[in-house]
């Protein structure tokens, strides 16, 4: 019996609950039973004897689970396997999500996070502290969504020297680039747009500055080049001074232009470029992609939903079958 | 230390010899020491005490290995852990490789396979073989050479329920097409051209017919869907009436023409199909690319070089480490 307590109780985990409810028996042939002794959020919890089900529906009607005993406390007190974190991204300081990390990894259990904050600031001291008490810290939630990326990087291409990697780590700017392509319409205006679909925020500046694609950046660098990369380290231009007239200029020339991250060894950048039309990469409205530039096994494109509650909530699942499926 | 029989030893045997010889520290830290006992193709042979860089170099040179002993016998004869079966693909009934896949399942050692021919003619044989034996029989490489579409759908999508898988899978075809696509040239005239590039065959039928394509096509399906497909269960037309002006009409609508490969509950065929101008599947060249259509994890995208010595050696060595690295 595999015991996982889940932190966050928003999109993600409910979504990850949702999985696990609906996927029990598949997962139970993978890996065996799981149960979930506890969830929790920043206010919030819910342990003991519970059914998935009634979690969900207590947290959709009230806004918060029974309990008063905070996530930090569960951590703290549960004696779980996995702890599945999926509280809100802090990229300054890693947050709550990153002492979580911090205790779950000390105390031996495993970690599986869609939270990106605690591997930007902390990505080889969390690394290093999984590796002493013999766990794992999984991450495929936090970069491009149900893409595999992480596990095609340290897995699949093991073995290849990945000369760099290119993506689109951010759908909201991929959207708001790709609509100015189509109609020409000034930044603003589209930016509005979006807003209006749910796809930008309120306040945008995460997303369009660039500083979501250069977290992913920097976790996808340290993941293949073995670094420390910080947010501080990449060279960053968002989106907000593309015109209109660049991409006539681009569309001329068989162009367009897209937000791209790339990682090499010399290189760590996540600014908007010129991509041919019919480039892997010039994709359109808010998918993802990634590209593995290798030695033997020549460009290795993924391609996917980059955001989305189920889709993130597949990746954290596909990690958590990962630690426990010697076959897989 | 991990002992492998190589049967066939054209592109893909040569090309994972390199590797193994490239490779050699990050796969021992990986896998620990891995080493090439035996090499062998239809005629030839070379085992005890030889390095791989002699095996290359003899076969370079004599195009062929100095021993008389035939695969068939190296494969009943050696004391192996994985044999790697890369002789020529034979789709009616298998051919050797059949053979040689059967006999190492059977004395309980791995198989890697780039070799469609046994997968199409006996999936489900040799499946039960190698799950009797308890050893693994791998095959990455017989679809889309460095594409991970095998271990994307078995594990990373384990959970999943693939709805349906729709892809690319011969870059002769895809070649032509988009030349086709580029130019407006008649069939017969880009034939001749990919033929002088070594794209296309001087007998093209097994490519530009879609069986190649309807081979990999009744793997994917195979393992994803748990059937016993054979090449006769895929409906199938190839690109030898495709026309230019048939480009015009689609070009005209923003769609493209391309043989797509599809596989679902219901369907199983490999036809001449629209595509839209804008659409992951829309590419150009030799590359391959599949789209995996998901239940939680929407649609999922990848493309890469689906040929190529490096690329399907690549594949193999990518199998040979999943079958031994309890990490991956």
Known sequence: MIKLVIVGFGNVGQG????LLEKKNVIGK???????IAIADSKSSISGNFSLKEAL?????RGRLPENRLAREVVEEEDYDVLVETSITK??????????????????SHVVTSNKGPLVVAFRELMKLAEKNNV???????????????????KYLAFCDILSIKGILNGTCNYILSRMEEERMPYGQVLKEAQELGIAEADPSYDVEGID??????????????????????????????????FDVAIEKNYTIRLIAEASRETLKVTPRLVPLNHPLAIRGTLNAAMFRTDTAGDIVVMGRGAGKMETATAVLSDIL?????SS
């Open 213 to 246: 694609a250069a977290a992913k950046l920097v976790i996808l660098a340290n993941t293949i080049y073995n670094l420390n990369a910080k947010l501080s380290d990449v060279e960053r231009v968002g989106i907000t001074k593309v015109s209109p007239e660049a």
């Open 16 to 19: 990850l609950v949702e999985l």
């Open 136 to 154: 794992k810290l999984m991450y495929e939630a936090t970069v491009g969504g149900a893409m595999p990326v992480i596990k095609l990087a340290k």
């Open 322 to 326: 990962d630690i426990y499926d010697s």
């Open 30 to 36: 993978i890996i065996g039973p799981v149960k979930v």
């Open 91 to 108: 990229i300054d300081d890693g947050g709550e999500g990153l002492k979580y990390v911090r205790t779950a990894l000390k105390r031996g």
């Open 57 to 61: 529906e207590i947290k959709k009607r």
